[in-house]
């Protein structure tokens, strides 16, 4: 089954939009399947369940971080994965920049909008986050990529479309900006339920979790 929606997403996908596998809750076989059906981005939200399937998946493919991370777990997130999706604070891209710099190693990572301005949501909201790029991007060893956003839940995709296009709006916004060290090229947003609107309003990375690898339980 997952191979079918592998092939079938990919064949729906436009070139030039890069199609993660979200693999919350899923196990190595399943997410094996999915890489040997022509998934190269996997997504996982919880450093502890990215550990655990690492290393049984032997298929290669480019680990991206998305979930909320907290600081004092960002050692370890460095270790394992190729990007850092959820970048939302000056602190923690502080504590990435130390331990990168340890190890001699830079980072590429996504600012995470709230594009919403929901309360409870993580992500920093549009009218701070250009004042963040501009304290993240002279950190030598971040790597300023694009951004990143969930927006607000719906039943009805086309409710999301007004947060796509602000986000769309904010990534060409920082881009015109031409900061040092600041490259604008992933804007990563639309999950199931939404990927076709953020595609037409210029995502070129989208997360995808149920329509590859079914219903989750409920969490
Ligand atoms: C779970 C998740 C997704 C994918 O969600 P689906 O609705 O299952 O496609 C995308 N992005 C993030 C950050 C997620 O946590």
């Known amino acids: 089954m997952i191979k079918e929606n592998v092939k079938r997403l990919l064949s729906e996908v436009p ?8 693999a919350k809750e899923r196990t190595a076989d399943e997410i094996s399947e999915a890489i040997r059906a ?24 480019e680990w991206h971080f998305i979930g909320h991370l907290q600081t004092k777990k960002a050692k370890k997130v460095i270790d394992i994965f190729d990007m850092i999706e959820s970048v939302d604070s000056l602190r923690l891209a502080q504590e990435i920049e130390r331990c990168c710099a340890r190890r001699n190693q830079i980072m590429p990572v996504l600012i995470e909008v709230n594009s919403g301005e929901e309360e409870q949501k993580y992500g920093v909201l549009p009218k701070d986050l250009p004042e963040l ?17 969930m927006g607000p839940r719906f039943g009805n995709p086309e409710e999301s479309r ?16 031409h900061l040092p060290n600041v490259e604008m090229k992933h804007l990563s947003m639309g999950m199931t339920n939404s ?20 219903a989750r339980r409920e969490s």
Not at 200 to 213: D, P
């Open 15 to 22: 070139e030039g939009v890069a199609l993660l596998a979200a």
């Open 133 to 149: 790029i501009k304290e993240i991007s002279p950190l030598k060893h971040i790597k300023i990529m694009g951004l990143m956003t």
């Open 162 to 177: 007004p947060y796509f296009i602000k986000t769309r709006n904010l990534f060409n916004q920082i881009k015109d900006l």
């Open 195 to 214: 990927y076709q609107i953020a595609i037409e309003e210029g995502a070129n990375l989208v997360r995808i979790g149920t329509k590859i690898f079914g």
């Open 38 to 61: 022509g998934i190269t981005i996997i997504g996982e939200n919880y450093l502890q369940d990215a550990q655990k399937v690492l290393s049984e998946v032997k298929e290669k493919a």
